[in-house]
Nanobody
Framework: QVQLVESGGGLVQAGGSLRVSCTAS????????MAWFRQVPGKERESVAA????????IYADSVKGRFTISRDNAKNTVYLQMNSLKPEDTAVYYC?????????????????WGQGTQVTVSS
């Protein structure tokens, strides 16, 4: 059973940067496609970015394109989300997810494993 643990969230001013990490245990992420989702209270969880098992293919939500970068280090069993030019509307709990597939996907229903989330707050 793969367990995912996010870290790196916190408070940052608008325009600033933050990197959140997701480290897996109980299995290797080299067999998994990975993604980041986010959720604010009262709203549905939404896709932020996803990366294929190989790392070659990535998908980004339109709202974060050009500002966020998803990457993975299979040797460290870790996936990253680098967030630049942060905006107050990026404030949310960010969740890491993994699925047993080589393909990238933004459909949260397809993900098998989830982390507990890390809070990111962007002040104006």
């Amino acid at each position: 059973q793969v367990q995912l643990v996010e870290s790196g969230g916190g408070l940052v001013q608008a325009g600033g940067s933050l990197r959140v990490s997701c480290t897996a245990s109980g299995g290797t992420i080299s067999t998994l496609a990975m993604a980041w989702f986010r959720q604010v209270p009262g709203k549905e969880r939404e896709s932020v970015a996803a990366i294929s098992r190989s790392g070659v293919n990535t998908i980004y939500a339109d709202s974060v394109k050009g500002r966020f970068t998803i990457s993975r280090d299979n040797a460290k069993n870790t996936v990253y989300l680098q967030m630049n030019s942060l905006k107050p509307e990026d404030t949310a709990v960010y969740y890491c997810a993994a699925r047993l597939s080589i393909f990238v996907s933004v459909n949260l229903q397809l993900y098998n494993y989830w982390g507990q989330g890390t809070q990111v707050t962007v002040s104006s």
